[in-house]
């Protein structure tokens, strides 16, 4: 499967964004998806994941309460919606898919990545 990931951007501290990752392929509902991001001189880290139907999901503490995942299968795409965006959010992120239902929280159960997409808050 492929992934492009889209939305990054520059944006003030409070504020929010959406970022979009399109996967090709017609398999893309039996994945389970993830977000993970990487600050610059930081190891990549992760952010959010969705199990395959979308009925479970899990976030790191950091951003529970500001970020929500979701996804479409019909339209093989997942989203992460950023509000309360704060400096330290700051990194590019990454979408990955992982060749099974359920989600993890590891960066290597995940077998196809996106490009990244850069998210700059500034204060």
């Known amino acids: 499967v492929q992934l492009q990931a889209s939305g990054g951007g520059l944006v003030q501290a409070g504020g929010s964004l959406r970022l979009s990752c399109a996967a090709s392929?017609?398999?893309?509902?039996?994945?389970?998806m993830g977000w993970f991001r990487q600050a610059p001189g930081k190891e990549r880290e992760f952010v959010a994941a969705?199990?395959?139907?979308?009925?479970?999901?899990y976030y790191q503490d950091s951003v529970k309460g500001r970020f929500t995942i979701s996804r479409d299968n019909a339209k093989n795409t997942v989203y992460l919606q950023m509000n309360s965006l704060k400096p330290e959010d700051t990194a590019v992120y990454y979408c990955?898919?992982?060749?099974?239902?359920?989600?993890?929280?590891?960066?290597?159960?995940?077998?196809?990545w996106g490009q990244g997409t850069q998210v700059t808050v500034s204060s």
């Open positions: 969705i199990s395959w139907s979308g009925g479970s999901t």
């Open positions: 392929g017609r398999t893309f509902s039996s994945y389970a």
């Open positions: 990955a898919a992982r060749n099974d239902g359920w989600y993890s929280t590891s960066q290597y159960e995940y077998a196809y």
